[in-house]
């Protein structure tokens, strides 16, 4: 089950799915010309979830930047294994 926990169109919105899925929020901040989008995915459990989500989202995040700017995007399973990869080995230090 879903349920939105915050909103304030145009600039925030925070919602939860399904069970141990945590919470993400979403906010844009205007930025002269530009706009800042900020993803912040809390409550997540143990460092295999939290590098497994943080490569998903950045992976994403990555093809939306490039079709911004309408650059042909990576293709996502194999940037996510890269970032994946390299979460673990951030996580693994901290």
């Known amino acids: 089950m879903s349920r939105i926990t915050a909103c304030d169109p145009p600039s925030l919105l925070s919602y939860t ?11 844009l901040t205007p930025q002269g010309k530009n706009v800042l989008l900020v993803v912040t995915h809390r409550r997540l459990g143990d460092r295999g979830t939290i590098a497994s989500v943080a490569a998903g989202w950045h992976a994403h995040l990555g093809i939306l930047a490039d079709r911004l700017i309408d650059r042909k995007p990576q293709g996502f399973w194999s940037t996510y294994m890269r970032l994946e990869a390299d979460y673990e080995k951030r996580l693994a230090t901290t």
């Open 17 to 27: 799915w399904g069970q141990d899925c945590g919470e993400v929020t979403f906010e």
